[in-house]
């Protein structure tokens, strides 16, 4: 289901679910991440809701609070993710991927340099900026993931997009994940 049309980046407070047949499969970054096929298969077959909160805390940073649960799947993703968009490193443990080091910001469309990244925003999102996001695990180089967040153009529908540029063993992905909205949270 489409975003409403008052939803930007400015506010991207909601609850979503990740629509398959819209978003690219992701067992073949899972696989460069390092997951056991088994646990890839699982991921595949269950459905990821994301609960998300967009905000400023109590220095005025503007700060996003992600909790994930996948359901059809006993995994537990652990603690909610909270995104300060200032781009300082967090690291941060998952029960997915082990430990990783991320930084987010908001950014200008056309201040990213990827191609990919930068292309499919609605006309608000190239007006307020993508919300930028990196990941790598900690103290590695295995992979890397490149990432932009906002509203984009999908089939005719404003929806809550999510664009990767992933680099592991000497593989470069381009992956779109697209989400569904279901409502306020």
């Known amino acids: 289901m489409a975003v409403p049309a008052s939803m930007t980046t400015l506010n991207l407070s909601g609850k979503f679910s ?24 699982a991921m595949s077959a269950a459905t990821l809701t994301v609960n998300m909160k967009h ?13 994930q649960t996948i359901a059809g799947l006993d995994l537990d993703l652990g603690v909610p993710e909270e995104k300060v968009l200032d781009w300082v490193e967090q690291t941060r443990d998952t029960k997915l991927i082990g ?5 987010a910001k908001r950014v200008k469309v056309d201040e990213v340099e990827n191609a990919y990244l930068k292309e499919g925003w609605s006309a608000d999102t190239l007006e307020n900026g993508c919300i930028m996001v990196h990941v790598t695990p900690e103290g590695k180089d295995s992979w890397s993931a490149e990432q932009t967040w ?14 990767i540029a992933f680099t ?5 992905l381009e992956h779109q994940f697209v989400y569904d909205y279901l409502g306020e949270n």
């Open 55 to 67: 905000y400023k805390n109590d220095s005025g940073k503007e700060c996003l609070s992600l909790e």
């Open 18 to 41: 990740i629509n398959k047949t819209l978003s690219h499969p992701p067992e073949e970054i899972l696989e460069l991440q390092g997951v056991a096929m088994l646990k890839r298969k």
């Open 99 to 103: 430990t990783v080091v991320t930084k």
């Open 150 to 163: 906002g509203i984009g153009e999908v089939k005719g529908e404003r929806r809550h997009v999510r664009r």
């Open 168 to 172: 592991g063993r000497d593989k470069k």
